[in-house]
């Protein structure tokens, strides 16, 4: 029995001193190991991407802050928002309403505004009757489906639409056909027609009563002021409706 156990805890012992050999040899091998060729380089180059990137960013932000200054001191805008907000108060005044309409991110728009009247903007107040043209998932597919996606917003405009209401028709280029279409039916309804745009020259003009036209060519850009100008004149009729704040 002695014999056994010497004989297993030598075979141990020989087992451990052959794993810490391995285990050095190791090490020794790994040690003179040098840095891999290029991570100098590599770190530059992720460097400059992240550079790269932020530069890009900061000139995003520089280009819209140009467009909103150039928006804040174009006249004609300024005039067609005021007169928008007038055009609001009155019919809302006087028992009427407002329907929105835009595609892609001027439908986001749309949605967007007549949630800042339905609910509210600055203060607490009786809710406003402004609906998005855009948010009807079945009325749109069947439209779209018996008529054709040109004629989404006329056909609701001519069964929603009354004389003495406001339509705001949405589009950055000015040339969408529904939105053209929109207005037509709006027109002949006896609705006000306000439309948002970019500064391109289009159709779109001429079927609008008031058109708030943004000073610049970009898309995203239009959109930004739009949202803006959208909420100054929700803030404007607000306050003329139902006073400042208390």
């Given amino acids: 029995?002695?014999?056994?156990?010497?004989?297993?805890?030598?075979?141990?012992?020989?087992?451990?001193?052959?794993?810490?050999?391995?285990?050095?040899?190791?090490?020794?091998?790994?040690?003179?190991?040098?840095?891999?060729?290029?991570?100098?380089?590599?770190?530059?180059?992720?460097?400059?991407?992240?550079?790269?990137?932020?530069?890009?960013?900061?000139?995003?932000?520089?280009?819209?802050?140009?467009?909103?200054?150039?928006?804040a001191g174009d006249r004609g805008m300024l005039e067609a928002m005021i007169g928008t907000a007038d055009a609001m108060t009155s019919a809302l005044r006087n028992g009427n309403k407002i329907l929105i309409a835009g595609n892609g991110g001027s439908a986001a728009d749309a949605q967007h505004i007549a949630g800042e009247f339905l609910s509210r903007l600055n203060f607490d107040r009786n809710p406003l009757p402004v609906i998005a043209l855009t948010t009807d998932t079945?009325?749109?597919?069947?439209?779209?489906?018996?008529?054709?996606?040109?004629?989404?917003?006329?056909?609701?405009?001519?069964?929603?639409?009354?004389?003495?209401?406001v339509v705001l028709a949405i589009s950055t280029s000015?040339?969408?056909?529904?939105?053209?279409?929109?207005?037509?039916?709006?027109?002949?309804?006896?609705?006000?027609?306000?439309?948002?745009?970019?500064?391109?020259?289009?159709?779109?003009?001429a079927l609008c009563d008031i058109c708030v036209r943004v000073p610049s060519d970009s898309t995203p850009q239009i959109q930004q002021v739009h949202i803006v100008a959208a909420h100054a004149i929700c803030g404007l009729v607000e306050r003329e409706l139902f006073g400042p704040p208390a």
């Fill in 174 to 205: 000015g040339r969408s056909p529904n939105i053209l279409a929109g207005l037509r039916a709006a027109r002949a309804a006896g609705a006000t027609t306000i439309g948002f745009t970019g500064n391109a020259k289009s159709t779109m003009v």
């Fill in 1 to 71: 029995m002695m014999r056994l156990l010497t004989l297993v805890t030598s075979k141990m012992q020989m087992a451990q001193f052959d794993v810490s050999n391995r285990s050095q040899r190791s090490v020794k091998r790994g040690t003179p190991r040098a840095k891999p060729r290029g991570t100098a380089q590599g770190s530059k180059t992720a460097a400059g991407a992240t550079k790269s990137r932020e530069e890009s960013i900061a000139e995003h932000f520089q280009r819209s802050r140009e467009t909103l200054d150039r928006a």
């Fill in 138 to 165: 079945s009325v749109l597919t069947a439209i779209g489906n018996d008529y054709g996606f040109e004629r989404v917003f006329e056909r609701q405009i001519r069964g929603l639409a009354r004389q003495g209401d």
